[in-house]
């Protein structure tokens, strides 16, 4: 299968600062997902974009399929957007998940 | 909205009985997972299904078992709970085309004791 690697594992932010979280494939891929995994545990779906660029008020996210990764971008960060954040690439019926990155937004 | 439906959303139960876990999902998806979700593993896919009566094992299966006779049901059955298999379950769905998102119920943490 596909290996899939996120970075940082662990990032720590105040309240209003911007981020930027990786996510590397090691194959090519039909599509890529980004997930929001909550403090309650929930798993929230925030992009499924194969190339290109997408927004969704604050966040956006780019996949270079070409060069095997994508990017999640947060901008003026919230304390709610705190949780794990994970990438998942589709092939296509079967999805390879990261590892995750942990993200903690202080007021 | 169509929905994926996990439960129970808690479950206690003793090593060695068996434990059934529900998904049921209203997208009229025809693929189907489940993933258990540990500290430090990420999620692991346990078992999976591309439509009825079609089920496969993914990387940890051993333990455990899944039927697909409707498409909106799968469920998940430890046949003699372990305690290595505490954890959190989730279930999951996607319309079973290329280029079709993932979506995911609301989990289930089973503890086994």
């Known amino acids: 299968g596909i290996q899939v690697e996120q970075s940082p594992p662990d990032l720590i932010l105040q309240e209003g600062a911007n981020s930027t979280l990786r996510c590397n494939f090691s194959d090519s891929v039909n599509n890529l997902q980004w997930f929001h995994q909550n403090p309650w545990g929930q798993l929230i779906n925030l992009f499924y974009?194969?190339?290109g660029t997408k927004q969704n008020g604050r966040l956006s996210a780019t996949t270079v399929a070409t060069e095997r990764y994508s990017l999640l971008y947060i901008s003026s960060s919230q304390t709610t957007d705190s949780g794990v954040y994970f990438c998942?690439?589709?092939?296509?019926?079967?999805?390879?998940f990261g590892t995750g990155t942990s993200l903690t937004v202080i007021p | 909205d169509a929905e994926i439906t996990q439960s129970p959303r808690h479950k206690i139960t003793e090593t060695g009985r068996q434990v059934t876990l529900a998904c049921h999902q209203t997208?009229?998806?025809?693929?189907m997972f489940w993933y258990r979700q540990d500290l430090g593993h990420g999620l692991r896919l346990i078992h999976y299904s591309y439509g009825v009566q079609d089920t496969n094992k993914g990387e940890v299966s051993d333990g455990y078992s899944v039927s697909r006779s409707n498409t909106e049901d799968l469920p998940l059955t430890l046949e003699s709970a372990a305690s290595s298999q505490t954890s959190v379950y989730f279930c999951?769905?996607?319309?079973?085309?290329?280029?079709?998102?993932?979506?995911f119920g609301n989990g289930t943490r089973l503890t086994v004791t």
């Open positions: 999951a769905s996607s319309e079973g085309q290329n280029n079709s998102p993932l979506h």
């Open positions: 998942a690439a589709n092939t296509g019926n079967q999805f390879y």
């Open positions: 974009i194969p190339s």
């Open positions: 997208w009229n998806h025809n693929n």
